[in-house]
């Protein structure tokens, strides 16, 4: 079975440091995406960056960048420069075996910027 | 970028009643959309996949009867909380599938059952 786990449920961060959340997974399939979503107190979902499985490179995003570490299946999400709007639930998403669309949600990490 | 959109934003209803939620996909064609329910401080969690001219997948655990959904066009996926409960209350959020570009999420509905 495929699963996300964020370990982290809580985070403060100055403002203009960096962040890193962390976010591992667990699949059997040789081909996964990995996603990283914002949800701010709105509720909506915010698509950050996203990482193939059979990609070479790190995933980049302006200020958000993807530590994708392949054979520790994990895929960290780094926040640089970090600005009072970055304060929001992030949520690690999965999906599995191309073609099937659905994706495995982690827990989510609330990370609070402080001024 | 794409855009869905969901209506209502929120809803307050009686128990016993039922509730639709829709969800639109305004500039793109969706064969596929996805609903999923999130309870305060929880993760997402998928309720069922919607395929245009056809039936839902539902998830496991997920009541087929009680969650119905229909997405009559390639724009379009409703889901109609049926004989709403306070238990049913919830963030349910849609998102649609946009060719190989991954999935859009809708900016959810709130759903208070009195």
């Known amino acids: 079975a495929q699963k996300i786990t964020q370990t982290q449920p809580g985070m403060f961060v100055q403002e203009k440091e960096a962040v890193t959340l962390d976010c591992t997974y667990d699949?059997?399939?040789?081909?996964?995406?990995l996603f990283w979503y914002k949800q701010p107190s709105s509720g909506e979902m915010i698509f950050l960056i996203y990482?193939?499985?059979?990609?070479?490179q790190n995933a980049t995003e302006g200020r958000y960048s993807l530590n994708f570490q392949k054979a520790r299946k994990s895929a960290n999400l780094v926040i640089s420069a970090s600005q009072l709007g970055d304060s929001a639930m992030y949520f690690c998403?999965?999906?599995?075996?191309?073609?099937?669309?659905?994706?495995?949600f982690g827990t989510g990490t609330r990370l609070t910027i402080i001024p | 970028g794409a855009v869905v959109s969901q209506h209502p934003s929120w809803v307050i209803c009686k128990s016993g009643t039922s509730v639709k939620i829709e969800c639109r996909s305004l500039?793109?064609?969706?064969?596929?959309m996805f609903w999923y329910r999130q309870f305060p401080k929880q993760s997402l969690m998928l309720m069922a996949t919607?395929?245009?001219?056809?039936?839902?997948?539902?998830e496991q655990g997920v009541e087929k009867d009680k969650f119905l959904i229909n997405h009559a066009s390639l724009t379009l996926s409703t889901l109609t909380v049926t004989s709403a409960h306070p238990e049913d209350s919830s963030f349910y959020i849609c998102?649609?599938?946009?060719?190989?570009?991954?999935?859009?999420f809708g900016p959810g509905t709130r759903l208070t059952v009195l």
């Open positions: 500039d793109f064609q969706a064969t596929t």
């Open positions: 998403a999965m999906r599995y075996n191309f073609g099937n669309e659905k994706l495995t």
């Open positions: 699949t059997s399939d040789p081909s996964y995406g």
């Open positions: 919607s395929n245009e001219g056809s039936k839902a997948t539902y």
């Open positions: 998102s649609a599938r946009r060719g190989g570009q991954g999935q859009y």
């Open positions: 990482q193939g499985s059979y990609d070479q």
